[in-house]
Every structure is written in structure tokens, then in C-alpha cells.
């Protein structure tokens, strides 16, 4: 009986994700909801910890258009780390390029987060629309 018990917790234990952890927490805003093509937009993303202790953080941070076009944002510095029940938060105008043609968009940030051997790995977005540009005809 010892047995079986012993073998039905290794099997419980064996199917949670050994690196996943729950360590920090990540939301997305953009400043508005529809835009035209050409123009701008400002995306933000807040990173807090779960108060664990201090968390190394990764981030990237992209926009994704309807038509598949993606705009990596780059040239931005990784928030490094984050103290003990610390937040960081980033806030980022991005242009509207014409490749990126009209349709729903979200700005996504994507975080990697560690303290010792835990691992997570957290991807949260938010939504807006393009709409075809507002450019005046001549």
C-alpha cells in the first residue's frame, strides 16, 4: 500500500513543469484604441513581482498587425533586476508603419523571468485597431 501511495505522488509530482514558477505578474495598455495608418500609438507594459525575492527579467516587446506584418521594437534595455515586491514599467510610442495595412493590432510584451532554477515565461498583449490613413486628399 506504502508503495502504491509513494509511486501515485511521484507520478503527481512528475506532471507540474519543474521550472515553472508563478514570479511575476505582466499587463499591457495601449493609449488608444484606433489609429490611423502613418500615425502613432503608445503601448505600455507593467512588470511586478510576486514577492519572492529579487527576479532577473527579460522582455521583448513587438506589435503585431492583422495582416501578419510584426514590428520588433528594439533598442530597448532589459529591466535587469527587479527587487524584492518591485515593479518596473515601460512605456513606448511606436509608429504605424504602411507595411502594417489596416485591421485589429496588439502590442505584446513577452517576459522571461528567474530566480535560481525557476523559470517563467509570461506574454501579455493589448488590442487596437488601424484604420486606413487620415492623410487630407489634394
Not at 22 to 29: C, E, P, S
Amino acid at each position: 500500500m506504502h508503495r502504491v501511495a509513494l509511486l501515485t505522488c511521484l507520478a503527481i509530482v512528475a506532471t507540474i513543469p519543474a521550472n515553472a514558477a508563478d514570479l511575476v505578474d505582466v499587463a499591457t495598455h495601449v493609449q488608444w484604441d484606433s489609429v490611423p495608418l502613418g500615425t502613432a500609438n503608445e503601448g505600455s507594459c507593467f512588470i511586478r513581482t510576486r514577492g519572492l525575492g529579487e527576479v532577473r527579467v527579460q522582455m521583448d516587446t513587438r506589435v503585431v498587425f492583422a495582416n501578419g506584418y510584426v514590428l520588433n521594437l528594439t533598442g530597448i534595455d532589459d529591466p535587469g533586476v527587479i527587487g524584492y515586491q518591485g515593479a518596473y514599467e515601460l512605456s513606448v510610442f511606436f509608429i504605424i508603419p504602411p507595411e502594417a495595412g489596416p485591421g485589429p493590432a496588439r502590442f505584446e510584451c513577452e517576459v522571461r523571468a528567474q530566480i535560481g532554477g525557476q523559470k517563467e515565461l509570461e506574454l501579455s498583449s493589448a488590442g487596437f485597431v488601424v484604420s486606413e490613413s487620415s492623410a487630407p486628399a489634394d
